[in-house]
């Protein structure tokens, strides 16, 4: 099992950046990893995903060319650099990893952090 807890949200202004990070309690080089959102009354989507190696990014058109995945495997944390946040961008960010060559659905997914809140007050 794959324990995951995301930190770094918070309260900021349109256009400001923040970076959320999400720590694993074991080694999970070989998990794929993504990052999903949530407002209340929608379903969670896709953000951004990265394979194991971090060779293989995939971000959600809403957020390609503002939002960076990265990981760092020795540290067993992934990343998710917001930039240019836009108001929109609000909801509960979560962090998932997966055994998955998919990477961009829900179900590709077993493990799941808590969340951590962005809100993007305009």
């Known amino acids: 099992q794959v324990q995951l807890v995301e930190s770094g949200g918070g309260l900021v202004q349109a256009g400001a950046s923040l970076r959320l990070s999400c720590v694993a309690a074991?080694?999970?080089?070989?998990?794929?990893m993504g990052w999903f959102r949530q407002v209340p009354g929608k379903e969670r989507e896709f953000v951004a995903a990265?394979?194991?190696?971090?060779?293989?990014?995939y971000y959600a058109d809403s957020v390609k060319g503002r939002f960076t995945i990265s990981r760092d495997n020795g540290k067993n944390r992934v990343y998710l650099q917001m930039n240019s946040l836009k108001p929109e961008d609000t909801a509960v960010y979560y962090c998932?990893?997966?055994?998955?060559?998919?990477?961009?659905?829900?179900?590709?997914?077993?493990?799941w952090g808590q969340g951590t809140q962005v809100t993007v007050s305009s």
């Open positions: 074991r080694t999970f080089g070989t998990y794929a």
């Open positions: 990265i394979s194991g190696g971090g060779s293989v990014t």
């Open positions: 998932a990893a997966g055994r998955t060559a998919t990477m961009r659905r829900r179900n590709d997914y077993d493990y």
